[in-house]
């Protein structure tokens, strides 16, 4: 991500600039009272249990994402030394199950050609590029670095591609010693590469944003390579510079055909403001991509096409050398949001990922296509107490969550409802301390909706709350699937089945206690109910 950066990346200058500030402080708001109050308060109020957060400090985009040997690798965009964006460094953890996180030592430093920001990593299987051997294959990262001095010097040249390799599975890295492997041809945003093997052809392709367009690249060996073609004038959001690009291909569900899909992210533009990634649909044929003809006919009725139409899911990109049995790929997404990342009120670090989603592609009555989301962390070994109900008549105001009968900071909920009538169906999620998180559907309009006005903290930023986020329901069923996962202070809501999907964040002043259910419907019914405890002792 492009930001404003300090010309100097020195540690020591930094640690200096932390002690001349805290020295203007007040002297009756001491630093190291005002510190351990914050730290403990985000650390039982807002540290995520089941989703990845960094130990201290800064977090933006996932990085680097592979899978090998039975563990999950997430490197991140990272700032080591404040809980504000600044200098960037890839930080790196590992996982055996996408919930429980090791964090590691950090993987790539800021160099002579500039700061790591974003990009990817492929395990290199066959060697292609000769770090290592088929016997021991090399990771290799492919990632950009910003000149933050060429940058202030007025050069638009000051973003350009590098590789490293790693011969122990991730954790060391060497730089390859001919970078940039590919050179800025005069573009301001150009940036976050992304690799897959393209087996057609035996050859790697690379896709890099590059201001509003994506631009596709190849090589036999991830050093040398040649442009190909790019992608997006005229076609898809342009309300902001694109970024974090990705390209795979899927299998449609229920029939013999594959398509390819390609991410971007978007800065600003998204559906409810801020940051957002939208998608797009087509064919590959190792050289282009175009878009599939009765997708780009309703990307332009309807506009979306987006992956997650909450707030707070950006810069999601997918696992390499994974693959679930039916074809799917894996997404990770930061889960934050450009207009107040680095306002919110926790003070020990900053932001933390989504839980991992498989995607699927499925056809839609109109011919066309569409992505769906649907929750693939294992869940089930950090179940605890559970309360499930089935067939209840939907009354005017039920509770489906009292106080003191589970522990709702942390949880699972499923719910099906039928006999839909056209009214809302409002859900809010409440504590001791009046703080209420809603959100719900609206049958009338086919609209889903979140709203976090009343979630507690929201002073912190005016774009924070500033109106409810709105989902448009693709289908018009008189029957709802919810599934939703709720982390202390972020929910992930999975409206039928994964096809709608809403992420946001919020800071409550207490734990959510409660969840009622609003409506003034009265023939529907709760045809199944059920919210699993969730624990975290790992």
Not at 348 to 371: D, I, Q
Not at 488 to 507: H, L, R
């Amino acid at each position: 991500m492009y930001r404003i950066i300090f010309k100097s990346e020195n540690k020591v200058l930094w640690i200096l600039i932390f002690m001349i500030l805290s020295s203007c402080m007040s002297k009756d708001k001491t630093p190291e009272k005002v510190f351990i109050k914050n730290e403990n308060l985000d650390e039982k109020m807002y540290r995520p249990s089941l989703h990845f957060s960094p130990k201290k400090n800064w977090m933006n985009d996932p990085n680097g994402m592979f899978y090998y040997k039975d563990k999950y690798h997430l490197y991140f965009q990272h700032h080591p030394y404040s809980n504000v964006w600044g200098p960037m460094h890839w930080g790196h953890a590992i996982s055996k199950d996408l919930i429980s996180w090791e964090e590691q030592p950090i993987a790539l430093f800021p160099d002579n050609l500039g700061t790591i920001f974003s990009g990817s990593a492929v395990v290199d299987h066959n060697n292609t590029s000769g770090f290592g051997t088929e016997i021991n294959p090399p990771i290799v990262a492919i990632y950009t670095n910003h000149n933050a001095k060429e940058a202030n010097e007025g050069s638009i040249k000051f973003q350009n591609q590098s590789i490293a390799y790693s011969l122990d599975e991730g954790q060391t890295w060497t730089k390859y010693i001919n970078n940039p492997i590919i050179k800025n041809p005069g573009v301001r945003d150009f940036r976050d590469p992304k690799v897959i093997w393209y087996e057609k052809d035996e050859k790697w392709i690379l896709t890099l944003a590059a201001s509003q367009i994506t631009q596709f690249y190849e090589s036999k060996d991830l050093k040398e390579w040649s442009y190909l073609s790019s992608f997006g004038e005229g076609i898809g959001n342009h309300n902001g510079v694109w970024e974090c690009p990705d390209l795979f291909e899927l299998p449609v569900r229920g029939t013999d055909q594959t398509k390819w899909v390609h991410l971007v992210s978007i800065n600003p533009g998204g559906p409810n403001g801020g940051s957002a990634t939208q998608y797009f649909i087509g064919d590959f044929d190792g050289k282009k991509f175009v878009i599939d003809h009765d997708f780009e006919t309703q990307m332009k009725n309807k506009h979306d096409f987006w992956t997650d139409f909450g707030k707070d899911n950006y810069a999601g990109v997918t696992f390499s050398n994974w693959e679930s049995d039916k074809g799917g790929v894996l997404l990770l997404g930061w889960m934050s949001n450009w207009q107040y990342a680095s306002k919110v009120p926790t003070n020990t670090w900053k932001s933390a990922m989504t839980l991992g989603r498989e995607l699927e592609l499925y056809k839609t009555k109109e011919n066309s296509y569409r992505l769906r989301s649907i929750l693939s962390s294992n869940l089930g070994d950090y179940e605890s107490t559970a309360i499930e109900k089935q067939g209840e008549l939907i009354k005017e105001n039920i509770t489906l969550v009292s106080k003191k009968t589970i522990d709702l900071s942390t949880a699972k909920v499923q719910i099906k409802l039928s006999g839909l009538e056209d009214t809302e169906y409002t859900f809010e999620i409440a504590n001791s301390s009046g703080d209420k998180l809603v959100f719900g559907y609206d049958h009338k309009e086919l609209l889903f909706f979140v709203d976090r006005n009343q979630s507690g903290k929201t002073k912190f930023s005016d774009q924070f709350s500033k109106k409810p986020s709105l989902a448009p329901r693709l289908e018009n069923k008189r029957t709802l699937d919810i599934e939703f996962v709720l982390d202390k202070a972020s929910i992930e809501i999975f409206f039928d089945e994964g096809k709608t999907v809403m992420t946001e964040i919020f800071f409550p002043n207490a734990p959510m206690e409660t969840l009622n259910l609003k409506t003034s419907a009265s023939n529907s019914i709760i045809d199944f109910f059920k919210v699993q405890e969730l624990k975290n002792n790992k």
